[in-house]
């Protein structure tokens, strides 16, 4: 059996990976999560060994802890120029689509990972699936203004179960003040049309979709860390 501390080590040992692929220099788009927080505390390190870096995070909780661990972050509402975003993920497809924003951050790191020139994704095998959808629901951001009726177009769309998030008895804000419905789709087929679609619903702000958008996918496996590069497209 997986233990959750076996899991992390395989999400450390993906994120050590990753930091290779970081040169002197380099603007790096900082992820969120628990796979992310130990890329942030490895590129830490590498700092401290006397590299020059400067991150931007996608979350008040990752740009915390890249301060604690010494990276220099670039003012967010500035135009920026990103080497390379490095983060989790909570579903990974076998063309790379992803399922992100289990942890709410999802907005910010879309706009990290599509701006950035190259996106790594790293993920434990567990998050590996022949399909995105059926174990992890499709967080969507939505504007709380009518939120209800924003839902149900979700609904109607997906055919799915569409369910407010909460935190501890509240609706989840995002940073940005939204709110996050999680849609629960048996299987998504076609991604990229699925985003698409859910795009053009009044209300929605960004969904959880990162379709064509990883450039190299590390997973760590209990055989070791696995590197693939994205299929052509
Ligand atoms: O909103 C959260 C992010 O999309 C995370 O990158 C994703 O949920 C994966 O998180 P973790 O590495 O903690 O499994």
Known sequence: MTTLQDLDQLKQAAALKAVDYVKDGMVIGLGTGSTAKHMVIALGEKVKAGMTL?????????????????????????????????????????????????????????????????????????????????????????VPFGWGSTAREIERLTKSRVVLRERQGNPFRTEAGNLIVDAHIDRIDRPEELESALNLIPGVVETGLFVGRTDILIVGTPQGVDVQYAPRR
């Open 54 to 142: 400067r991150g931007v995070p996608t979350s008040q909780e990752t740009a915390a802890l890249a301060r604690q661990s010494g990276i220099t972050l670039i003012d967010t509402e500035n135009r920026w120029d990103i080497d390379v975003a490095i983060d989790g993920a909570d579903q990974v497809d076998p063309a790379f689509n992803l399922i992100k924003g289990g942890g709410g951050a999802l907005l910010k790191e879309k706009i990290v990972a599509a701006s950035a020139r190259q996106f790594i994704v790293l993920v434990d095998h567990t998050k590996r699936v022949p399909a995105l959808g059926g174990t992890f629901p499709l967080p969507i951001e939505v």
